[in-house]
């Protein structure tokens, strides 16, 4: 596994939700390029979000188009009282788990697997950092369900405690300890896998010794 160095905590720009807002509340207007800009803008986001929640990668592109037709068939009742991202989240979520529901009733052939896969497969390829964020999505994969959504959520996509918390159905204290404890365990882990390295690269020397 490539072990990256500790990876910044530190939240991104909201200015992109902004953005994206106008979009949803445009094309809740019928303005046929708001919605184009709406789905391309945060087409990633949901994607990644989805695959972090399910456990079937073969699901992650039906769930991401289910979202979207979702949120497209709601947009009149979109007001802009919460960032259009937050909301188009909110709306992965319940299908998410009106998918796990389904999958419930019906006989499972096969195992499939991990959820770590369908991550990756949402990853951007080809770009700076793609071998370390593979790296951090095994690291997640040690988490509890809960801890690893609130870290997805407001480190990774870069939401505001107050909207995750929104999205997860929680408190905003929940949310703010689930990162806490996220970010230990995940500081943990990479202290272990550096050292781990290290162990390897000396036997390594001892044996070319």
Avoid: N
């Avoid at 303005?31 to 399910?54: G, I, K, P, T």
């Avoid at 319940?94 to 949402?122: K, M, T």
């Amino acid at each position: 596994m490539i072990t990256p160095a500790p990876p910044s905590w530190r939240e991104e720009s909201r200015a992109p939700d902004e953005s994206t807002t106008a979009w949803a509340l445009a094309a809740r207007d019928g303005d046929a390029v708001a919605v184009e800009h709406f789905v391309r803008a945060l087409h990633r986001d949901v994607l990644r979000y989805v695959a972090h929640l399910c456990a079937d990668p073969q699901a992650v592109d039906d769930l991401a188009q289910d979202t979207f037709l979702r949120a497209l068939g709601s947009l009149h009742r979109f007001e802009g009282r919460s960032s259009a991202r937050a909301w188009l989240l909110s709306i992965a979520r319940r299908a998410v788990i009106d998918g796990y529901r389904y999958a419930a009733a019906r006989p499972r052939l096969s195992d499939v697997p991990d959820w770590q896969l369908a991550a990756e497969l949402a990853q951007p390829r080809g770009l700076p950092g793609f071998d370390e964020g593979v790296a951090l999505l095994d690291l997640l994969a040690a988490l509890p369900v809960e801890r690893r959504e609130a870290f997805v959520l407001t480190q990774l996509l870069g939401l505001p405690y107050a909207e995750a918390a929104e999205i997860s159905d929680c408190p905003v204290g929940t949310v703010r300890s689930r990162v806490a404890r996220a970010k230990e365990t995940l500081t943990a882990l990479l202290a272990d896998a550096e050292a781990e390295t290290v162990a390897e690269v000396s036997g390594g020397a001892v044996l070319v010794a």
